[in-house]
């Protein structure tokens, strides 16, 4: 990360987006790039840094295209040369959007570049994480169901265990005492 601080008072930083057709061929994308510095070189700029973002789908349509390719430069230069940049721009027919900003004070470079790499490594990492989460809970619910199917074949087994019976012997008993009963009358 570098801090954009002009070198002298008569200067400022700018950045540049650039966007320009996907389906250029390389040949015509390299002579695009090698204009668009060339314009800075005729102005005074000095290239302070340059970030490629690569291939992007674009929203709407712009002159046919529906995927561009951004390039972001800060340029180091007279603010009185930056309309003659923007007309260059303008004019040039591979150029389908650009954009001229002025960063803050002590700006710092964030390279979109290598952010976005970081970004694929740790995605990756995160995708395992979140598969093994997935797992995990997967686990934990089987073992919540095994417990309650347990939990109700337990209920079930103690209402329906048979009550103890009268025992055999105790039965008989009670029965020859009824029939030899004297009042007992059939």
Same mark, same amino acid.
């Given at each position: 990360?570098? =801090?954009?601080?002009? =070198?002298?008072?008569?200067?400022? %930083?700018?950045? &540049?987006?650039? &966007?320009?057709?996907? /389906?250029?061929?390389?040949?015509?994308?390299?002579? *695009?790039? #090698?204009?668009?510095?060339?314009?800075?070189?005729?102005?005074?700029?000095?290239?302070?840094?340059?970030?490629?973002? @690569?291939?992007?789908?674009?929203?709407?349509?712009?002159?046919?295209?529906?995927? @561009?390719? %951004? %390039?972001?430069?800060?340029?180091?230069?007279?603010? @009185? #040369?930056?309309?003659?940049?923007?007309?260059?721009?303008? %004019?040039? #027919? /591979? $150029?389908? !959007?650009? *954009?001229? $900003?002025?960063?803050?004070?002590?700006?710092?470079?964030?390279?979109?570049?290598?952010?976005?790499?970081?970004?694929?490594?740790? !995605?990756?990492?995160? /995708?395992?994480? !979140?598969? +093994?989460?997935?797992?995990?809970?997967?686990?934990? !619910? $089987?073992?919540?169901?095994?417990? +309650?199917?347990?939990?109700?074949?337990?209920? +079930?087994? #103690?209402?329906?265990?048979?009550?103890? @019976?009268?025992?055999?012997?105790?039965?008989?008993?009670? *029965?020859?005492?009824?029939? /030899?009963?004297?009042?007992?009358? &059939?």
């Amino acid at each position: 990360m570098s =801090t954009l601080t002009p =070198t002298s008072e008569d200067t400022r %930083i700018y950045e &540049l987006c650039l &966007l320009y057709p996907a /389906s250029l061929a390389q040949k015509d994308e390299q002579t *695009l790039l #090698k204009e668009v510095e060339e314009f800075f070189t005729e102005a005074g700029a000095k290239q302070v840094a340059k970030d490629v973002w @690569g291939q992007r789908g674009l929203a709407y349509p712009i002159k046919g295209t529906m995927e @561009g390719k %951004i %390039i972001i430069y800060y340029e180091e230069m007279d603010p @009185g #040369k930056i309309r003659e940049i923007d007309q260059n721009l303008k %004019i040039h #027919k /591979s $150029v389908l !959007r650009h *954009l001229f $900003v002025k960063p803050p004070k002590h700006y710092q470079i964030l390279k979109y570049s290598e952010l976005y790499e970081e970004w694929m490594k740790t !995605r990756e990492s995160v /995708s395992q994480v !979140r598969a +093994r989460e997935k797992e995990e809970k997967l686990k934990e !619910r $089987v073992v919540k169901k095994a417990q +309650r199917q347990a939990k109700v074949t337990a209920d +079930r087994a #103690k209402t329906e265990a048979p009550k103890p @019976g009268i025992q055999e012997d105790v039965l008989t008993e009670k *029965l020859e005492k009824l029939i /030899s009963d004297e009042n007992f009358d &059939l």
